[in-house]
């Protein structure tokens, strides 16, 4: 037996395990935590793995029953705005268009986005600090560019294509 200390005759053995040469090592209590604790931990993240899977599918619009693909607009789009006191703040803006499940759909859109960036620009460089601080003003401006650029889906190719805009990252500095 393995003793703590010199004054205490308190046994630290706390289970023998065999291994696999057939040779037997001591297992003491704080292994014992120990195996107990990384147990814990690897339930954890497999949890969260369990948990980030399936919306990570949804986004990506192949599973939860999403219809859809997403483009994302790169780089993200830089625009100044007037923050109404006569100064100029800059905004970024990360966006991403849902568009609809037809084979040519990402092609055309490919092909059309330095239009697409155009308007979304020019309408994003109209907006106020003020505007753009509220879920509100933020909904009102996506909506503005759904309809411009369907418009403009529809004018070349004939059909909208586009189905939402989502602003996934906006700084204003």
């Not at 994302?72 to 923050?83: S, W």
């Not at 568009?99 to 239009?115: N, S, Y």
């Not at 907006?127 to 601080?133: F, G, I, L, P």
Request: proline share 4%; with cysteine.
């Amino acid at each position: 037996m393995i003793f703590r200390g010199k004054a205490t005759l308190t046994p630290v053995i706390f289970r023998t395990v065999s291994s696999q040469w057939g040779l037997r090592r001591y297992v003491t209590k704080s292994h014992y935590k120990l195996g107990e604790t990384v147990k814990l931990v690897f339930r954890l993240i497999l949890i969260c793995l369990c948990i980030s899977i399936p919306s990570y599918t949804f986004a990506e619009g192949t599973g939860g029953g999403a219809t859809g693909h997403y483009l994302k607009v790169d780089p993200p789009l830089v625009v100044n705005l007037g923050d109404g006191s006569g100064g100029i703040a800059f905004m970024q803006v990360n966006t991403q268009l849902k568009f609809d499940d037809t084979p040519e759909a990402q092609a055309k859109l490919t092909h059309h986005m330095p239009a697409i960036r155009h308007i979304l620009i020019m309408l994003l460089s109209n907006q106020t600090v003020q505007d753009m601080k509220t879920a509100e003003g933020k909904n009102k401006m996506r909506d503005e560019a759904l309809k411009e650029i369907q418009a403009l889906m529809v004018e070349h190719t004939g059909k909208p294509m586009i189905e939402a805009i989502y602003f996934t990252g906006i700084v204003i500095q």
